[in-house]
Structure formats: C-alpha cells, structure tokens
C-alpha cells in the first residue's frame, strides 16, 4: 500500500459543483501539502499545515480550502469548481526532521476535469 | 521575483550521458532539488545539494554553484526508464519550493 494515499485518482465534474479530494498518509509525518501540476508550470503550492492546529495559504490558494481533520489526513476542497482548475493535484508530505533537506513524499496524483 | 529555469525537453541515446540544467533566482537560499517524475506518477525524490560541488548517487550526479544561481543533474548509462521529466526545485529563505516546469527527457535506443 502506498504511504501518501489519495481519493479520487481521476474525477469529472462540471463548473459550480464542490469536490473534496482526500490525501492520508501512514508515513507520520506532521507537515502536509497541497499542489497543482499544469502543463508547462512547475509544481504550485495551494496550502500546506505543519500540524492539525496550523493551516498556511500557498501561492495559489483562491478558490480552494483545506481542512487537516488528523495528523494523517488533509483534505482539500474546491467549493464552486470552474474549468480552470482542471489539473492534476498532488498531496505530499514531510517530516519535520526534513525541514532543511526538504525531501516530499508525495501521492499518486489526483486528476480532476471541471467542464 | 522567484523563477526556475530548465529546458522542456531534451532528447539522448541510450547508454549515452545527458546533462540536464537549471538556473535559479529565489529570496534566500537554503538548497537545490532534483526529483524525477514519470508519465502520470508522483514525482520521487532524487537529490538535494545545499554546498557547491558535485554529488553522486550511482549514475546520477547532481552540481551546484550558489554563487552562479546553477545546477545541473547528470546521467550517465542511460536506460530506457530514464524516460521521464526532471524537476529542478529551489528553496528560498522560508524553506518552500520554488519548482521549476520540468524537462521532459526522450531516451531513444
């Protein structure tokens, strides 16, 4: 079983409707993150929580909201879709031994199609 | 502003070397990472250098010059699962990701 687990791998939806998509891991590490991957941009950072009480915005995060319901769940919704926010999203995570060296472990990716 | 620069493709021959490289301009600097990311898959940790110099982990290397904004990954006895995009990521003075788009490498045989 993967460590950094993701709910849906692929989803359709159509513009207005919210989605949640769900990120757990078994790794035990504190610090969560949320990004989107497009085509042709690097990774962008929508949020990231270094525990359950801590939730931080990114460089993206209009449009988006998170909850962190446990040290291993992180959950991020899109509260009215819109077509661009078609992407594929990716949750990863840290420990916070790896502040500095900064290595992710991420998810296997969530694709969702906002028509 | 913050801007990560590497090229988006790049074409090599299996059993060849290939240098892969990426140019960076963060607020502060506290590394440089490479991570590799098949078609469809979870980009995977490959390196991180934070010193100027070269490190080598089997037949990837990873180069960093802090003071020309520069590094570069190096492959070398290219194989066919080599195929893939390569993430060159800096991290800036609040220890976050500045990632660059990726380039993707076409290994031919």
């Known amino acids: 079983d993967a460590d950094v687990t993701q709910t849906p791998r692929n989803r359709i939806t159509k513009t207005g409707k919210r989605i949640m998509l769900e990120c757990s891991q078994t790794k035990g590490h504190d610090r969560m993150y949320w990004y989107r991957q497009d085509p042709g941009l690097g990774l962008r950072l929508i949020y990231y929580?270094?525990?359950?009480?801590?939730?931080n915005k990114g460089e993206i995060s209009d449009g988006y909201s998170v909850s962190r319901q446990a040290q291993a769940k992180f959950s991020l919704s899109l509260e009215s879709a819109i077509p661009n926010q078609t992407a594929l999203y990716f949750c990863a995570t840290r420990g916070k031994e790896r502040e500095v060296t900064g290595e992710l472990f991420f998810g296997e990716g969530s694709r969702l199609t906002v028509l | 502003g913050q801007n990560i620069d590497q090229p988006t493709e790049m074409t090599a021959t299996e059993g060849a070397i290939v240098q892969i490289n990426c140019t960076y301009q963060t607020s502060g600097f506290n590394g440089l990472f490479w991570y590799q990311q098949h078609a469809g898959e979870a980009p995977t940790f490959l390196s991180y250098n934070v010193l100027d110099g070269l490190e080598e982990k089997g037949r990837f290397s990873s180069f960093l010059s802090r003071s020309k904004g520069y590094s570069y990954l190096l492959l070398k006895e290219l194989q066919m699962k080599d195929s893939a995009s390569y993430l060159c990521?800096?991290?800036?003075?609040?220890?976050?990701?500045?990632w660059g788009a990726g380039t993707k490498l076409i290994i031919k045989p």
């Open positions: 990521a800096a991290m800036d003075s609040n220890y976050q990701l500045i």
């Open positions: 929580s270094f525990d359950v009480k801590d939730i």
